[in-house]
């Protein structure tokens, strides 16, 4: 049972660390607009597929070198990934951003649909999939059995908390992150003061899609099968992370993946594993209903 435990508890953090980078785009814009992106699950899916692509064509120019292989993927991955959040906040909510605010959020879904039907058609419906890129792990032996760490997980790790520590470094201690900052609280304010707060929020929109491209190459990496629906299962869970810390909280958004990867993976587990989204979704609905604002995030006070 303790091995079972510790195996899953290395799962549900490197799984629930992916979670994180994710959620950090829904907490962002909602931060900084007051919305969620719902279309962000399809831009982590889009990073899947850029992924496999980039490493098909380095591979193909016979680049195979691991750390040569996972850069140049991370960066062109990150780059275009990006470049589809610009446009997507530039369509889906500039021109609706004085609209109600029920347009934007149909906006958001239209944009998701459309994300999902171009995948589809343009990469096909089947199932994808990419070829483990790092072999190996560390065993640890516990009781009668022993705990694996794939050097994959290692990894992803470390990768996730160095994406979450150089954005935390930008949002505290740069004038990009003071502009956000400045932005998140008070909009109008911030113009006045010479922010060019449509410009911020294009920024909000490009470092989501980044951290989501981050996200997409490790998931890629770890479990090697993608399809075009994706990012909606994966983008629910991620929305429920940012739910759990506190939407509108980076901090939170990190906490927040973390323990829902892990108790999804000790469900997996100890119950079934057959009914890990039930949980998890389940868990949403007690979250909204017990603490709607979550661990770290703070409760809405009308301005008046």
Not at 207 to 212: L, S
């Amino acid at each position: 049972m303790d091995g079972i435990f510790l195996q899953q508890l290395i799962n549900g953090l490197t799984l629930g660390a992916v979670y994180g980078l994710i959620a950090i785009g829904y907490t962002m814009v909602y931060g900084i607009i007051g919305m969620i992106n719902f279309a962000h699950g399809e831009v982590y899916m889009i990073s899947a597929y850029l992924s496999a692509i980039t490493l098909a064509l380095l591979a193909f120019f016979g680049l195979e070198s691991f750390p040569l292989l996972i850069l140049g993927t991370l960066l062109f991955t990150i780059f275009v990934t990006g470049m589809y959040g610009w446009v997507i906040e530039r369509i889906a909510y500039k021109p609706l951003r004085n609209s109600t605010r029920l347009a934007p959020l149909i906006s958001a879904i239209g944009m998701s649909l459309i994300l999902q039907n171009y995948v589809q058609i343009s990469q096909g419906a089947r199932q994808q999939g990419v070829p483990t890129l790092l072999d190996g792990a560390f065993r640890f032996p516990i009781g009668e059995g022993f705990v694996q760490l794939t050097y994959t997980k290692v990894f992803i790790l470390i990768a996730a908390f160095v994406g979450m520590g150089v954005l935390t470094y930008v949002i505290q201690h740069t004038r990009l992150g003071r502009m956000c900052r400045a932005t998140q609280q008070d909009r109008k304010m911030a113009s006045i003061l010479g922010i060019n707060t449509d410009r911020v929020i294009s920024y909000v929109f490009v470092i989501g899609a980044a951290m989501a491209a981050l996200a997409g190459v490790l998931i890629t990496m770890n479990y090697g099968t993608f399809d075009f629906y994706a990012g909606f299962v994966i983008g629910i869970k991620a929305f429920t992370a940012a739910v759990l810390g506190g939407i509108g909280s980076l901090p939170g958004a990190m906490l927040g993946g973390l323990i829902l990867g892990v108790a999804e993976a000790q469900f997996s587990g100890m119950v079934n594993t057959d009914y890990k989204d039930v949980f998890s979704f389940s868990l949403l609905v007690l979250i909204l209903i017990f603490r709607p604002q979550g661990l770290l995030g703070r409760p809405q006070v009308a301005k008046v």
